[in-house]
């Protein structure tokens, strides 16, 4: 089928979705902030940013509690391949549960659980009988959650603002997670200084109140559910619907690369503080917050712009920007140059993946959004732990850097492969 068709089978559907009855505050916003005036919006956005502060806590001592527990950069690795394989899993499973039931039930549900292993763990390290072991069931329980709810979570915000906020809303979402980067990797090397790990771990678990309230008050539009087919025939009729849109199929193709190639690059950076820059937990939290700046800026950027041209393009050229700068911090033994290109990395990284999410929920109807935005979430997040495993066990034989760098180079082969050859990326306007 032609792209035009496709285009035009499915912008109708996504404007007669959207058309809801959404409480709005009654003064102006700044175009900036615009999608924030929805109140519903507001406050599920308030909620995540907090709770996200939390989980970014806690990643900074999970992370150095690994380290701690095993000095080896191999078991950094595993446990972020338990963490993130469960993407990998379970990801298009929580899509057609999304398009089933009730998406803020089922957010709740997954939330509820995380906040419980998360005072589990603060419990564990707490009476010191925490074991590598342990962490990483932890870490897989928290990524099954995580995997279940994400798609739900990426599909519940068309429908908490009206079509023209939409990308307003979704470079604002970019936007308080990136404000979690910051505040959360600071006040996590802060915290672990004066509270200890566990510290770290029971505010993540507190944290989780303030996205829980917001989703037990808000006045969520009724969805319409579908359930007169198996789970198996409505996991490939999503397939078949991604796959059937040039533009979509592209999109996850590249993102798939760069997920296996590039993503794994986040778990091994406590490895650079500790390791590589000898900066110590405090160092750490200062690189991810460059990370969260940069990223910060480009949602700002993005959140300025009423529509993004070009979308293909941009989500190429920033991936290469990223790969490039990732490939410098690997290599860097100034802490100065690391930071920069941390915040580069965070830059570059937001553009392209706000863009590449911007692109997937306009081209989606709303019936098949969880599903759609399932098959992103897992091309994105599902392949990471893999690249993980395949960076722990490379680091077996030489330099941890050298290996982030060689997959790296390989996803930048890929990013230049897949835009040459692909029209429908090329195009996408």
């Known amino acids: 089928m032609a ?5 035009a089978e499915l912008e ?3 404007k007669a979705d959207i058309a809801l009855d959404l409480p709005v505050a009654g003064k102006r916003w700044p ?3 615009r999608a924030l005036r929805n109140e519903d919006y507001r406050l599920f956005w308030s909620g995540c ?11 900074v001592a999970q992370g150095w509690l690994v380290l701690e527990l095993s000095n080896s950069s191999f078991w950094l ?4 391949f338990a963490a993130s394989f469960p993407f990998l899993l379970f990801t298009l499973l929580g899509g057609v549960i999304a398009d089933r039931v009730s998406k803020r039930h089922l957010l709740i549900a997954a939330q509820t659980g995380q906040m419980v292993l998360a005072f589990v763990l603060a419990a564990l390290t707490y009476f010191k009988v925490v074991t590598i072991d342990q962490l990483a069931l932890i870490a897989f329980l928290v990524g099954v959650s995580n995997a279940v709810g994400a798609p739900a979570y990426q599909a519940m915000v068309p429908r908490l603002v009206p079509p023209e906020d939409l990308q307003n809303a979704i470079a604002l979402n970019s936007a308080q997670f990136n404000m979690s980067r910051i505040i959360g990797p600071t006040l996590g090397g802060y915290s672990m200084a004066w509270f200890g790990m566990a510290g770290n771990f029971f505010l993540n678990g507190l944290s989780f109140l303030a996205v829980l309230w917001p989703l037990h008050r808000m006045r969520y539009p009724v969805e319409k559910q579908e359930r007169h087919t198996s789970v198996v025939q409505s ?17 996850v193709m590249l993102i798939a690369s760069a997920s296996l190639l590039l993503l794994p690059f986040i778990t091994f950076i406590p490895y650079f503080a500790k390791d590589v820059l000898k900066v110590g937990e405090r160092g750490l939290g200062f690189l991810m917050a460059c990370s969260g700046i940069g990223a910060l800026l480009a949602a700002a950027v993005i959140a300025s712009f009423p529509r993004i041209r070009w979308r293909g393009r941009v989500i190429v050229f920033f991936g290469l920007f990223v790969m490039t700068a990732v490939i410098v911090f690997c290599y860097s033994r100034i802490f100065a140059l690391s930071a920069a290109m941390s915040f580069c990395e965070g830059f570059g990284m937001i553009i392209s993946l706000s863009t590449v999410n911007v692109t997937m929920q306009q081209l989606s109807s709303d019936e098949m959004r969880g599903r759609v935005m399932s098959i992103y979430a897992t091309s994105f997040l599902g392949l990471p732990p893999l690249g993980c495993l395949v960076i722990g066990e490379m680091s077996r034989f030489m330099p941890t850097e050298h290996a982030i760098a060689i997959l790296t180079g390989l996803a930048m082969v890929c990013y230049l492969g897949f835009f040459v050859r692909s029209q429908a990326l090329r195009e996408l306007d």
């Open 31 to 33: 175009p900036i902030v």
């Open 12 to 14: 109708p559907e996504l």
């Open 49 to 59: 940013l907090v709770s996200n502060v939390g989980t970014w806590m806690q990643n």
């Open 3 to 7: 792209e035009e068709t496709i285009q």
């Open 77 to 80: 690795g595993m446990v972020g």
């Open 235 to 251: 996991l490939r009729d999503g397939l078949v619907y991604v796959n059937r849109s040039p533009q979509m199929r592209a999109i």
